[in-house]
Every structure is written in C-alpha cells, then in structure tokens.
Nanobody, 119 residues
Framework: QVQLVESGGDLVQPGGSLRLSCAAS????????MGWYRQAPGKLRELVAS???????NYAASVKGRFTISRDNAKNTIYLQMNSLKPEDTAVYYC?????????????WGQGTQVTVSS
C-alpha cells in the first residue's frame, strides 16, 4: 500500500507565492509518473503540471511561466512552486503518482490541500 500526504496549502494574496509538497510512503519500488491536479468549486478536476517518463515536464497553459513542478527522488516527494498567484488559481490541489510497489502498478492520490488566493 502507498500513501500520499500533501502539505502547503494556505490563504495568500494575489501576486503571492506558495509551495506545495507531496510525500509518498509505503512499499515503493519506483515512481513512474507524478503530477498535480486542481479542482475548483463547480468545475472538473484539471491537470496543472506533471513529470512523466524521461523527466519531461508538462504544464497547463494557464500556469505556464508561473508554476514549477519538481521532484526529490531520495524523498519520494514532489513539489509545486506557485508564483504570481491569481484568484482563479483558488482550488483544492491534489497530487497524483503512478507507483510500482510490491503489489504491482497503482495510481494514487493525495487527500488534497486548499489553496485560496484572495485579498
């Protein structure tokens, strides 16, 4: 079994910054892909940023140039650095990892962390 624990969500003013973290624990052999998603009230969950095989980075057009996804392999942790935050970035942010564990390949989600951008 694999668990993902997120942290870093907060209330921040427009133009501010936040850094989200997501740490994976459990029986992990490898992490094949990882990403951050968000879901605003009344909207579908959407991909914000991801790291896929070979280390390729992908960003949603709405966050490109403002958000940066990164990983620490030794800690099985991913981060999302969010700069120049806007009110429309307000959402619950979820991390997602495709993990190969002792029971095989599984898709795992964090519990979500609230990011609110407001003055």
């Amino acid at each position: 079994q694999v668990q993902l624990v997120e942290s870093g969500g907060d209330l921040v003013q427009p133009g501010g910054s936040l850094r989200l973290s997501c740490a994976a624990s459990g029986s992990i052999i490898s992490i094949n892909a990882m990403g951050w998603y968000r879901q605003a009230p009344g909207k579908l969950r959407e991909l914000v940023a991801s790291i896929i095989s070979g280390g390729r980075l992908n960003y949603a057009a709405s966050v490109k140039g403002r958000f940066t996804i990164s990983r620490d392999n030794a800690k099985n942790t991913i981060y999302l650095q969010m700069n120049s935050l806007k009110p429309e970035d307000t959402a619950v942010y979820y991390c997602n990892m495709l993990v190969r564990g002792s029971l095989g390949l599984g898709n795992y989600w964090g519990q979500g962390t609230q990011v609110t951008v407001s003055s």
